[in-house]
């Protein structure tokens, strides 16, 4: 097959370094990947995968745990050209069923923990192909792989060709597959690789913390793809776990993490200037870093948080600079090729310092909603620039500040969470009249919900009851820490629910 520099993987690939056989990965079980194994092994799955005989555009869906083999599945879905889905190991079956219906995947690989519910679904979706992968190189994938080449060209990809599909949930109604080409991901991939200062090979190499999840825009996109664009090794851990990273900071230059993170590593006395000598930056983003954190990391470590801010839909869109000043409760700058600008309900640009909405265009912003082209005309403006959702203010030498969202989501521990999911599922509940879902503060998770529910006349309902049964049927993150029995929701004169008092009353 014809090789074409279009397919991400090809630029990645570009960038290992010349001595294949040093080390690409290590991760917090002792294992050693070199870039050859890297190469190799995605070339391995990549002709397994065009060995099934997949039709042009076959989506290749992913639920499985953390590892690198995970990761080398994402990189063979790259180099054979189809599209890769990837998705969280907490959702649960009702969850599942929507997404695999939704993108009608050629190819499901799931834990074998999960084989029996995921495959059940897949079959009946019309998915012609279930493996299984686990995070100790067990699985049906590596087995039915193991006799493929190691020899594997790239398939030809323009940059607007499709590479991933990302599930973000909807404010209201269903969710929506962000449709990210080969293109948004390259461009977005080169423009951090200057604006952060990765060093090369040659200047010293960095060595990145990998401490998230692998299916979201921040663990696989921005920490990955940095960190292969740059032909630099990863610390790889399989699971979050502060005092796993203390101990390898002394070893390591870059760790990116949502505030989240920050929040856990400042409350472990092991975290000290002397463990962060080697470190040259820690990176935030996926939800607001609070001052507290941001000032408390500085006066530990010495070092100054670089804050920068991103969607599933756009990749990554401003980010404090990496020379000059990161200021604090700020996300930064518009990166380079990114065209933001924050309009008022006009649709018109405000003044430095005014708040209104944040809408961005660029070579980073997605492709369009899968199979959902109606919903994808009404999130851009007539001039093509895409609704972030997100409320803010640009200051006269261009620093952005979040001051909220116009669309109603949660952001908890770095995850989405939408109240409208939930509140459709309790509304669904017996003896549920109506509910509200809103966000708090958290001192972990930054925020979480609360679910404020009505009961039907003449009903009785267990606050404990309503909690256990959302945790039986959805992503365990989703569920909200506390839930209230009332007898109403305040509503204003139009009849909405004033979620703002809901909030104020239900701060801790
Ligand atoms: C876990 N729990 C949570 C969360 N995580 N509750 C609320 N919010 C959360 N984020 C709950 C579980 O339901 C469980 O409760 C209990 O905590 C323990 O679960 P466990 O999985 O052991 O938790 P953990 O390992 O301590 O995980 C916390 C975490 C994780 C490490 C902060 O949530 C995480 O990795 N977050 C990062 C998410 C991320 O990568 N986001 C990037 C999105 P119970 O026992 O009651 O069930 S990409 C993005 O937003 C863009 C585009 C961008 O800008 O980056
Ligand atoms: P997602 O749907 O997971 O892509 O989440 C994207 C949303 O995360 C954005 O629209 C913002 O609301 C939020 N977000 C990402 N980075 C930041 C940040 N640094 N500060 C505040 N919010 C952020």
Known sequence: MQTDSSNLYTALRAAFPADLDSTAIETDNGLFYTWRDLECGSAMLANFLQSLDLPAGARVAAQVDKSVEALMLYLATLRAGYVFLPFNMAYQSAE?????????????????ANFGWVSKLAFQAGTPWVFT????????????AARASDQHSPATRRADDIAVIIYTSGTTGRSKGAML???????????????????????????????????HVHGLFVAIHGALINGSKMIWLAKFDAKVVIQHLPRASVFMGVPTLYVRLLADPGLTAGVCQNMRLFISGSAPLLMDTFTAWQ???GHTILERY?????????SNPYVGERRGGTVGLALPGVNLRVVNEQGQTVPAGEIGDIQVK???????????????????????????????QQSRDGYVTIVGRSKDL??????????????????????????????????????????????RAGVVLDAMQILAQLKASLANYKVPKQCFVVPDLPRNAMGKVQKSLLRAQYAP
């Open 96 to 112: 599942m069923a929507y997404f695999i219906n939704d993108a009608e995947p050629a190819v499901v690989v799931c834990s074998a």
């Open 299 to 301: 006066a530990r470590t």
């Open 310 to 318: 991103g969607m599933s839909e756009t990749i990554m869109l401003t």
């Open 181 to 215: 080409t080969h293109g948004n991901m390259l461009s977005n991939a080169l423009v951090l690789k200057d604006y952060w200062g990765w060093r090369s090979v040659q200047q010293g190499g960095d060595v990145l913390i990998h401490a998230l999840p692998i299916f």
């Open 410 to 455: 949660i952001i908890s521990g770095g995850y989405n969470v939408y109240p409208a999911e939930l509140e459709s599922f309790i509304n669904d509940l017996p003896g549920v009249a109506e509910s509200a879902v809103v966000g708090v503060p958290h001192p972990d998770f930054g925020e979480v919900g609360v679910a404020v529910v009505v009961p």
């Open 133 to 144: 992968l686990g995070d100790d190189r067990t699985g049906s994938l590596l087995h039915r």
């Open 362 to 392: 660029g070579p980073n912003v997605f492709a369009g909603y899968w199979r959902m082209p109606e919903k994808t005309v009404q999130e851009f403006t007539a001039d093509g620039f895409f609704k972030t959702g997100d409320v803010g």
